[in-house]
């Protein structure tokens, strides 16, 4: 069974700070995708990155940086310099590799809400 | 180049009732997912449809049911009602090929009340 964990319930911070956002993962699939989602108050999620079980390197995008460890099953996501736009509740989520049938569902955590103070 | 669209976005229905929501999917898409997001939650899989057929299903009762159009579009139907299916009913279109990388994109929702 896949399993995604995120202990931190809600952050604040205030404008500027960094902030890093934990993920925890758990999974019997030896090939498997790890995401981010964001949720604004509109309710869409919008996606902000994918990495499949294979790739370790961290990977920097503008002000948002993730750190993937295997060995810890950690999926972490930090947003550097952070900004009241970046205010949502955040998802990490991990897929199954596929099946034979070529289809599979995206297991969510329970989400952070980051609340970015002026 | 429109987005994912769900219909509607609010609805207040009653125990015992039935719902049908709607989703058109991102252009060029041909799969859709439906989640169910209770509140203070994550997404729960309902189920995903490809080719007019369902192809994969959570963990949930018979009550929930869907339908794959020819065009992409979908329904999620739930009959009788319970107050326990009071969330955000979230679609998620894809290609076949994006679906296995899980990579989703998301409408904003249809918020059911089950009152």
């Known amino acids: 069974a896949q399993k995604v964990t995120q202990a931190q319930t809600e952050i604040s911070v205030v404008e500027k700070e960094d902030v890093t956002l934990d993920c925890v993962y758990e999974t019997r699939d030896t090939t498997y995708y790890l995401f981010w989602y964001k949720q604004p108050p509109s309710g869409e999620l919008v996606f902000l990155i994918r990495?499949?079980?294979?790739?370790?390197q961290n990977e920097i995008s503008g002000r948002y940086s993730w750190n993937f460890q295997k060995s810890t099953s950690s999926f972490n996501f930090t947003i550097t310099a952070s900004q009241v736009v970046d205010s949502a509740v955040y998802f990490c989520a991990l897929s199954e590799a596929v099946n034979s049938g070529g289809y599979q569902k995206v297991t969510f955590g329970t989400g952070t809400k980051l609340q970015v103070i002026p | 180049d429109a987005g994912v669209t769900q219909s509607p976005t609010h609805l207040i229905k009653t125990r015992g009732q039935q719902v049908t929501l709607r989703c058109s999917p991102k252009?060029?898409?041909?799969?859709v997912s439906w989640y169910q997001q209770a509140l203070g939650q994550g997404p729960q899989f309902i189920f995903q449809y490809y080719e007019e057929e369902e192809r994969q299903r959570g963990n949930f009762p018979d009550r929930f049911s869907g339908h794959q159009f020819p065009n992409y579009s979908s329904e999620l139907n739930v009959n009788a009602l319970l107050l326990g299916d009071s969330a955000l009913y979230l679609c998620?279109?894809?290609?076949?090929?994006?679906?296995?990388?899980?990579?989703?994109?998301f409408g904003e929702g249809s918020r059911l009340t089950v009152l």
């Open positions: 990495r499949n079980s294979f790739d370790e």
């Open positions: 998620a279109s894809s290609f076949m090929t994006g679906v296995n990388t899980g990579e989703l994109f």
């Open positions: 252009s060029g898409h041909d799969t």
